[in-house]
């Protein structure tokens, strides 16, 4: 439940923001107000006029003196309107725009445990349409708000000194406005807070629906999803109904009073005209001057909608903003010279933070030594927590208990983009960015010249045997689209996997990143990856017998910790539930789609398992490091 917080209090927060936009924000200010005491100064001339030249003996000159004053102060009026414009828009849209920056900063920063909390369509309307709320107030609704109080305050005194009995009458008005209007603020704030929220879920929706466009498609499901996003579009439609009605009734009431009160005056006034006590002049001039007023009068509902959506607006922003990062690189952060590349996982604990209290941790204990250089296969049940453990690698997630140290040092005492330069990552579900590929791989990358990029991004593909990208229509400038959706599974693994190889990493992990692959390419990736990642420490998740075999050791995962370390012989000698693991992995890739799948399965990778078995046997306490 978000804190409840003034309107004040809000609005204040946009300050740090305004400050360097002040100065321009006050010039437009005195430009609407300009404007304003135009309007309010051209009944006075007609007042002038009626008591004055219009009496008989008045004379023409002067009649046209008036109408030239009056078109004067009409010019006036619209040069200050457009220069308000002029101060005021350039600088909003500015900050808007930092205000969208800092924010997407800060996404970044976030832990991957707040994204897993939020949906991304409650970001994404955040970003976008709150912003723009806020844009839009600052721009126009914040200046109108104080242009309006003080247009009718300075209006309203004119009617004062004009006739305090016909002022008097329509400020009667005023009361039953101000009590409606404390109850409009009450729920409008309410109402508009859920539509914000609603548009955001439904926004969340929709990308869940695009992202998962094949899914809903294969299953036949469109028309559940349908009939669930028209219930989430049908209560957003509520919302905003009662929204509307909730203005259009303050409006109603902010326009007739004003108005029924102006009746009553218009009768007192031509009773007091008739009766000698006023004259004909200053009854036009009130009239003129009350309409002038009755303008922003009834644009009070309209701005105190606005004002109040966009209170909301920077609630919800700064939501996200007060959202600090659990995972921070320390003050004062600890350099690693020439990395070797030891990895050390030393009696390391994680529970995720939704996980019950009195559960198991689901990393419970793990200790592991990766040598420098060395491929170390992981394997163990599904759900075993093999993922959750490499994610704890580039720090997505913090261990809860013990430590993980990279040539000795805690990778907590590392600069988290230092920690993220010596890890690589390659995760099984590949995430391809709309850009070429090129810019895909060679994300992670550093080259000191552009002719070093070209070298590293053509040994990446090489590597990874993504070579069908020179035959995309633009080679590697090609544009593989949102996500690389046009690409197919195997296709988007190894352009991910050239990325992890492009990034050249002291430390890989790699999670199960080759599953989508043939046995012999899978084969023939893990050679060329020993070849240039010589020195590399791998940890690889491993599905399948082939990537296990290709490992210099593997580590048994069990129970949260690792139970057994050895070759993937020894462990089938020795180990029961290493056997009953690797006899549950499935032998056959999900996708074949290699230039190569077509040829024939190496016969050393079919029988691996069953050659595996005649190896020696060793003891798991003999094994485990
Ligand atoms: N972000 C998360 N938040 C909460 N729980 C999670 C999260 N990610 C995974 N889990 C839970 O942690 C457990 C271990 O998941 P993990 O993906 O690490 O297992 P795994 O051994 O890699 O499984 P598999 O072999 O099927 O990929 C699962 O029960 C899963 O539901």
């Not at 003034?6 to 924000?25: C, G």
């Not at 009995?165 to 008005?173: D, K, N, P």
């Not at 009662?242 to 303050?250: D, R």
């Not at 799948?597 to 190496?602: H, I, R, Y």
Request: proline share 4%; hydrophobic share 45%; glycine share 8%.
């Amino acid at each position: 439940m978000p804190a409840q917080t003034t309107l004040w209090q809000s609005l204040a927060r946009l300050y740090p923001h305004l400050r360097p936009i002040l100065p321009r924000l006050i010039l437009g200010l005195f430009c609407a107000l300009g404007a304003s005491l135009m309007a309010l100064a051209i009944p006075q001339v007609f007042r002038v006029l009626i008591n004055t030249s219009l009496n008989p003996g008045g004379s023409t000159a002067a009649v046209w003196g008036a109408a030239g004053v009056v078109l004067g102060l009409g010019i006036l009026e619209a040069g200050f309107i457009a220069l308000r414009r002029q101060f005021v828009i350039a600088p909003a849209t500015t900050v808007e725009t930092r205000m969208r920056t800092s924010f997407y900063r800060h996404l970044q920063d976030l832990a991957v445990s707040f994204h897993d909390r939020w949906g991304s369509g409650q970001l994404l309307s955040r970003a976008m349409s709150d912003l723009n709320l806020v844009r839009r107030w600052m721009a126009f609704g914040a200046i109108m708000l104080v242009v309006t109080a003080l247009t009718v305050v300075v209006g309203f005194t004119i009617m004062l000194f004009t006739s305090w009995v016909l002022a008097l009458i329509f400020m009667a008005a005023a009361v039953p406005i101000v009590i409606y209007g404390y109850r409009f603020n009450r729920f409008y704030r309410q109402v508009s807070r859920q539509s914000q929220d609603q548009t955001g879920d439904l926004a969340t929706t929709v990308e869940e629906s695009v992202h998962g466009i094949r899914v809903l498609k294969a299953f036949g499901r469109s028309r559940e999803a349908l009939d669930s996003f028209e219930e989430q579009a049908q209560e957003l439609r509520e919302t905003e109904v009662s929204k509307a009605n909730s203005l259009a009734k303050f409006s109603l009431v902010v326009t007739l009073l004003p108005e029924a009160a102006l009746a009553v005056a218009l009768v007192v006034g031509i009773i007091a005209v008739a009766d000698g006590n006023l004259s004909i002049g200053s009854l036009v001039a009130f009239f003129a001057t009350a309409a002038v007023v009755a303008g922003p009068v009834e644009a009070v509902g309209p701005l105190l909608s606005m004002t109040l959506t966009a209170k909301t607006a920077i609630d919800r922003h700064y939501e996200v903003m007060d959202a600090q990062s659990s995972i921070q690189s320390p003050q004062r952060p600890v350099h690693l010279n020439d990395v070797r590349g030891e990895l050390v996982f030393d009696d390391v604990h994680f529970a995720y933070p939704d996980t019950k209290e009195g559960t198991r941790n689901l990393i419970d204990g793990v200790t592991l030594c990766l040598r420098p250089g060395e491929t170390m296969a992981l394997v163990g049940v599904t759900g075993s927590g093999k993922s959750t453990l490499l994610q704890l690698v580039p720090r997505l997630f913090d261990v809860t208990g013990g430590s993980i140290r990279i040539d000795g040092t805690d990778l907590r005492q590392l600069d988290l983009e230092e920690l993220r330069t010596i890890v690589a990552v390659a995760f099984e579900d590949t995430t391809l960015f709309s850009s070429s590929v090129r810019d895909n791989v060679l994300l992670g990358a550093e080259p000191a010249s552009s002719a070093e990029a070209d070298q590293l991004l053509a040994q990446a593909l090489d590597v990874a045997q993504a070579d069908f990208v020179y035959s995309l229509p633009e080679g590697t400038d090609t544009l593989i689209g949102e996500e690389g959706l046009s690409l197919s599974g195997g296709q988007r693994q190894r352009v991910a996997l050239a990325r992890a190889i492009a990034a050249r990493p002291t430390v890989l992990i790699m999670d199960d990143p080759l599953s989508a692959l043939d046995v012999r390419t899978e084969e023939l990736v893990e050679g060329r990856l020993r070849e240039v990642l010589a020195d590399t420490t791998t940890l690889v998740v491993a599905h399948r017998p082939s990537t296990v075999s290709l490992a210099d050791r593997v580590a048994l995962m069990e129970d949260g910790r690792i139970s057994a370390v050895g070759t993937h012989a020894e462990l089938l000698a020795g180990n029961d539930h290493y056997r009953y693991v690797i006899a549950s992995l499935p032998t056959e890739p999900e996708d074949l789609d290699s230039p190569l799948e077509d040829g024939p399965l190496p016969a050393d990778a079919a029988d691996d398992a069953a050659g595996a078995l005649e190896a020696p046997h060793l003891d798991d306490e003999e094994i485990i490091r």
